[in-house]
Each structure stands twice: as C-alpha cells, then as structure tokens.
C-alpha cells in the first residue's frame, strides 16, 4: 500500500489549495479514506472522511463549510478542496487509510500566511 500527498505550499489567508493523494498496491474503491493534520506542537487530528463510493462525509467542526473531501475511484486519488484557509490551518496534511493495517502517507505542507 502506499499513498503519496501532493498540492501544499504557502498560500495567504483567504487562499485557496487543493490536495491530492495518490493510492496504489490495493483496490482502492473499496475502502474509505480520510484526511488528518498535524500543526506544529499538537496532536495530528481528523480533518475529513470518505467512504469507499463517497457517498458519505464527515468534517472536523473547524472546517466545516470550508473543505470539501472528494475521490475519483477510477484515478485512485482521493482529493481535499480548502477554502477560505485561515493560519490556524497551517500543519502537514496526511492521508490515511486501513487496509488490514493502518496506513499513512508522508504528508504534505501547508502554510497559510500573509
């Protein structure tokens, strides 16, 4: 299993990214995957979830109305649309999914700073 992240940077307050993670090594329509971060000095947190077909989401409050979590089964890639990005998003964003065992991908950074 392995899931690549891609699509950080530094974006300024009110930006926008979006994320991408890219899965191989399982079949990956069949699991749900989900987004997390870790801002400096804290706990790495849930930020969104996807279930295998999509159709259902859940979002940390924080973000709510702001991310949008998204999968393309036919590309293998699941997919975080971030609005509005405040500073307080800033950290390193990983995917995640448990395939028999947990698994993570190397993260990507996003900064939000004027």
């Known amino acids: 299993v392995q899931l690549v992240e891609s699509g950080g940077g530094l974006v300024q307050p009110g930006g926008s990214l979006r994320l991408s993670c890219a899965a191989s090594?399982?079949?990956?329509?069949?699991?749900?995957m989900s987004w997390y971060r870790q801002a400096p000095g804290k706990e790495r947190e849930l930020v969104a979830g996807?279930?295998?077909?999509?159709?259902?989401?859940n979002y940390a409050d924080s973000v709510k109305g702001r991310f949008t979590i998204s999968r393309d089964n036919a590309k293998n890639t699941v997919y975080l649309q971030m609005n509005s990005l405040k500073p307080e998003d800033t950290g390193v964003y990983y995917c995640r999914t448990v395939v028999e065992y947990d698994y993570w991908g190397q993260g990507t950074q996003v900064t939000v700073s004027s």
């Open positions: 090594g399982f079949t990956f329509s069949r699991y749900a």
């Open positions: 996807i279930t295998s077909a999509g159709g259902s989401t």
